[in-house]
């Protein structure tokens, strides 16, 4: 699996964050038919974990820039595709990073590119969404995509919130993301997107739980909130639809 996610990819820092390195692909379709091609399978999930998706990359650099939302604490990321913000996490200082997705491809991604950057990641196949989290933080990027998909991300993070655990989420508003239930906590400028998106750059948001007790605008100046008070927001990718 490992030598898959390297065939077709290179080593790439990523234009927002780039702190880090991610095993990357130029553009997709050539690398989903070389993965059925290798894998002798058809119908396989496209790959979504060989891009740095707008959502993730914000979420990443938020991270990175306010290291104190995640220091010494159980963070887990869930859909973490390339693995990303969980590498972000690890970096920024928590204490116990477990990255989940599906698709084995992803936990193979996971696990070279948090080699890369030489931080612990722990890589889990497995769909938790049904459940409850165990952690202080939760992370998700660029899961509102799709109805169904949404909808469980969105009742995971409610059930997170209810029993204590806050999550953030970033999303550059994708269909499906659950907008009044969200504060914006950060917006960056995702550059390099054009062969995901309708453009280069993309406005990405960082999101949180809404708080209404807090009330909190965004900065004028900073364009972003105190880290501590914020949660989750969601568009379709043209070309690939699904992203992570």
């Not at 390297?6 to 880090?20: F, H, S």
């Amino acid at each position: 699996m490992h030598d898959i996610v390297r065939r077709g990819t290179a080593l790439l820092a990523m234009p927002l964050v780039p702190e880090i390195r991610l095993y990357q692909a130029a553009e997709p379709v050539g690398l989903w038919q070389d993965v059925e091609d290798v894998t002798g399978r058809t119908g396989t999930d496209p790959p979504f974990w060989a891009f740095a998706w707008a959502g993730g990359q914000a979420l990443a650099r938020y991270l990175l820039d306010h290291p104190e939302v995640v220091r010494g604490r159980r963070v887990i990321d869930i859909a973490s595709g390339s693995g990303l913000v969980a590498i972000a996490a690890a970096r920024a200082g928590a204490a116990v990073v477990t990255a989940y997705d599906i698709d084995p491809l992803a936990i193979a991604a996971i696990e070279v590119n948090s080699r890369a950057n030489n931080e612990q990641v722990r890589a889990v196949q497995a769909d938790i969404l049904d459940g409850g989290p165990d952690a202080d933080l939760v992370l998700v990027a660029d899961a509102f995509y799709e109805r169904r998909l949404a909808a469980r991300v969105a009742r995971f993070l409610a059930r997170s919130q209810e029993r204590g655990t806050s999550f953030l989420a970033g999303d550059l508003g994708r269909a499906y993301l659950p907008r009044d239930r969200l504060t914006p906590v950060a917006s960056y400028d995702v550059p390099g997107l054009g062969a995901l998106e309708d453009r280069d750059v993309k406005r990405t948001t960082v999101w949180t739980g809404a708080a209404p007790h807090v009330g909190a605008q965004v900065s004028a100046d900073r364009d972003e909130l105190d880290p501590l008070t914020v949660m989750p927001k969601v568009v379709e990718p043209p070309g690939l639809t699904e992203p992570s």
